[in-house]
T-cell receptor, first 113, second 110 residues
Framework: NAGVTQTPKFRVLKTGQSMTLLCAQDMNHEYMYWYRQDPGMGLRLIHYSVGEGTTAKGEVPDGYNVSRLKKQNFLLGLESAAPSQTSVYFC????????????FGSGTRLTVV | RKEVEQDPGPFNVPEGATVAFNCTYSNSASQSFFWYRQDCRKEPKLLMSVYSSGNEDGRFTAQLNRASQYISLLIRDSKLSDSATYLCVVPRGTGNQFYFGTGTSLTVIP
């Protein structure tokens, strides 16, 4: 009964490096989301997906790309990491898109130096 | 006014106390609201939903004041385990996107 699993849990990148964060859910949820959480800013939506093969921009999409090739997986990519992308990243999934149905992953702590 | 605003606290209260947090929102058309709880270095978890005037679940009561555009969370008989950050969440437009508040920190002291 894994729910939403994020990998990796921690990562340190150098400026300019690239990486991919993986979010996997085993609940057959249609909707998946990527948020970032910064001190004093609250959670902000980066990108989201309403189903396999679909993606859409959220509130702060610049510098990130996403893919949803399989229903259970939602990947967040950083092509050229910047210190401003230092944050805690949370993935969430939902069956219907209603927030009361959100299940969050445990987060990925990313530091860009 | 920001889309959603919360008093960051911290609120430090003794065990058994009653504490209340407020959250103001700017979109008068919003219909549903939520309180999430987030423990230190953990993911947010849904605490309560508020769809009309209010909602009660044990020691927790959430209320909505549409005229003044705020929601509140009341915790009675505080427990040590209530120590966490409480996030207010409001809809963004009519889609399935939401604004998260910055959170209110609560510490319950023995």
């Amino acid at each position: 009964n894994a729910g939403v699993t994020q990998t990796p849990k921690f990562r340190v990148l150098k400026t300019g490096q690239s990486m991919t964060l993986l979010c996997a859910q085993d609940m057959n949820h249609e909707y998946m989301y990527w948020y970032r959480q910064d001190p004093g800013m609250g959670l902000r939506l980066i990108h989201y997906s309403v189903g396999e093969g679909t993606t859409a921009k959220g509130e702060v999409p610049d510098g990130y790309n996403v893919s949803r090739l399989k229903k259970q997986n939602f990947l967040l990519g950083l092509e050229s990491a910047a210190p401003s992308q230092t944050s805690v990243y949370f993935c969430a999934s939902s069956l219907t898109g209603a927030i009361y149905g959100y299940t969050f992953g445990s987060g990925t702590r990313l530091t860009v130096v | 006014r920001k889309e959603v605003e919360q008093d960051p606290g911290p609120f430090n209260v003794p065990e058994g106390a009653t504490v209340a947090f407020n959250c103001t929102y700017s979109n008068s058309a919003s219909q549903s609201f939520f309180w999430y709880r987030q423990d230190c270095r953990k993911e947010p978890k849904l605490l309560m939903s508020v769809y009309s005037s209010g909602n009660e679940d044990g020691r927790f009561t959430a209320q909505l004041n549409r005229a003044s555009q705020y929601i509140s969370l009341l915790i009675r008989d505080s427990k040590l385990s209530d120590s966490a950050t409480y996030l207010c969440v409001v809809p963004r437009g009519t889609g399935n996107q939401f604004y998260f508040g910055t959170g209110t920190s609560l510490t319950v002291i023995p």
